[in-house]
Nanobody, 123 residues
């Protein structure tokens, strides 16, 4: 069973940048498809971005396309989310997640979740 630990959240001004990291514990991590989700206060959790562990395929929500970049480092078993041109509406708790089902944005198919990290963007 994989354990996921996020880090890198914090506060930023609108237009600024933050980078989130998600470290995985499982040595067989290359079998997983990875994603970032976020949940703003009072809203449902939503898909942000996803990546195959080989890095060959990525997927982004329209709301972050062109501003956020998902990537991974196989040697470090770590996934990243580089967030640029941040907007106040990006404020949320960000979660990393893993699934065996490749190419999905659907939350219920993600079996493993991190604890979440808060991102706050002020105007």
């Amino acid at each position: 069973q994989v354990q996921l630990v996020e880090s890198g959240g914090g506060s930023a001004q609108a237009g600024g940048s933050l980078r989130l990291s998600c470290a995985a514990s499982d040595r067989t991590f290359s079998n997983y498809f990875m994603a970032w989700f976020r949940q703003a206060a009072g809203k449902e959790r939503e898909f942000v971005a996803a990546i195959s562990w080989t890095g060959a395929g990525t997927d982004y929500a329209d709301s972050v396309k062109g501003r956020f970049t998902i990537s991974n480092d196989n040697a470090k078993k770590t996934m990243y989310l580089q967030m640029n041109s941040l907007k106040p509406e990006d404020t949320a708790v960000y979660y990393c997640a893993a699934t065996f089902l490749r190419g999905t944005r659907i939350e219920k198919y993600y079996n493993f979740w991190g604890q979440g990290t808060q991102v706050t963007v002020s105007s």
